[in-house]
C-alpha cells in the first residue's frame, strides 16, 4: 500500500484548515463564515453590511496567503489548474463507471 494518503482525504483536510484558519481570523468581525457568504450573495447591501463582507474578503484573501505561502503564482496555478481541476473537469465528461470493469 502506498504511503500517500488519498487525494481526497488531503482536498478534504486542506478546505478543513482553511475554514478554521478563516474562521479564526474572522472572530473580531463578529461574523461567521456562513454568515458572510449569505451576504455575498444578497444583491443590496447597507454600508455597514458592505464594510463588513469586504473585511471578511480581506480575511479569505490573508488566509489563502497564508496557504500558498512559498511556491510561485505560476507554481499556484499549475497545481490547482492542471494538476487537479482540469483533469477533474475532462472526467466528468466520461460516464462514471469504468466500462471494461463492468460484468455482464
Request: charged share 20%.
Amino acid at each position: 500500500m502506498s504511503s500517500l494518503l488519498p487525494i481526497s482525504f488531503v482536498l478534504h483536510d486542506v478546505a478543513r484548515l482553511l475554514r478554521k484558519r478563516f474562521e479564526k481570523r474572522s472572530r473580531a468581525s463578529g461574523l461567521s463564515r456562513a454568515q458572510s457568504g449569505v451576504l455575498a450573495w444578497l444583491p443590496y447591501l447597507t454600508p455597514q453590511a458592505r464594510a463588513r463582507l469586504e473585511s471578511m474578503a480581506g480575511n479569505g484573501q490573508r488566509t489563502r496567503g497564508e496557504a500558498f505561502a512559498g511556491p510561485s503564482p505560476e507554481t499556484r496555478q499549475h497545481l490547482l489548474q492542471t494538476l487537479i481541476k482540469s483533469n477533474l473537469l475532462a472526467a466528468c465528461t466520461q460516464p462514471a463507471v469504468d466500462r471494461e470493469k463492468v460484468h455482464g
